[in-house]
């Protein structure tokens, strides 16, 4: 069965650290261009970091900035999303999503949960308190 599947998350204090994965199954990452998104409860999804299918190119939205790490280890076929400085805004469900499409040069594009990807993970749940 192919699919991706995020963890890692959970309940963390403002200003805290956590780390999600995203693990691929059935399916080899080597050729995907990865991409986290999240959705906060009643808003719409959004696109939060991206990462080319060799690691070499990274993209973020101005809201995570300097805050959030994406990278890949694709040896253990996952990628992982470092966040920092936790804010109670950032509470939300995370996704990862997999395309072979090489967008990340574009933050336009790869952090747009619009367009189509070849995968979807189901999501882990992030929750910052204040």
């Known amino acids: 069965q192919l699919q991706l599947m995020e963890s890692g998350g959970g309940l963390v204090q403002s200003g805290g650290s956590l780390r999600l994965s995203c693990e691929a199954h059935g399916f080899t990452l080597d050729y995907l261009n990865m991409a986290w998104f999240r959705q906060a409860p009643g808003k719409e999804r959004e696109g939060v970091a991206c990462?080319?299918?060799?690691?070499?190119?990274?993209n973020y939205a101005d809201s995570v900035k300097g805050r959030f790490t994406i990278s890949r280890d694709n040896a253990k076929n996952t990628v992982y999303l470092e966040m920092n400085s936790l804010e109670p805004e950032d509470t939300a469900t995370y996704y990862c999503a997999a395309d072979f499409r090489d967008i990340t040069h574009s933050r336009t594009m790869c952090t747009n949960p619009h367009l189509r990807r070849d995968y979807w993970g189901g999501g882990t749940l992030v929750t910052v308190s204040s």
């Open positions: 990462i080319s299918n060799r690691g070499d190119s990274t």
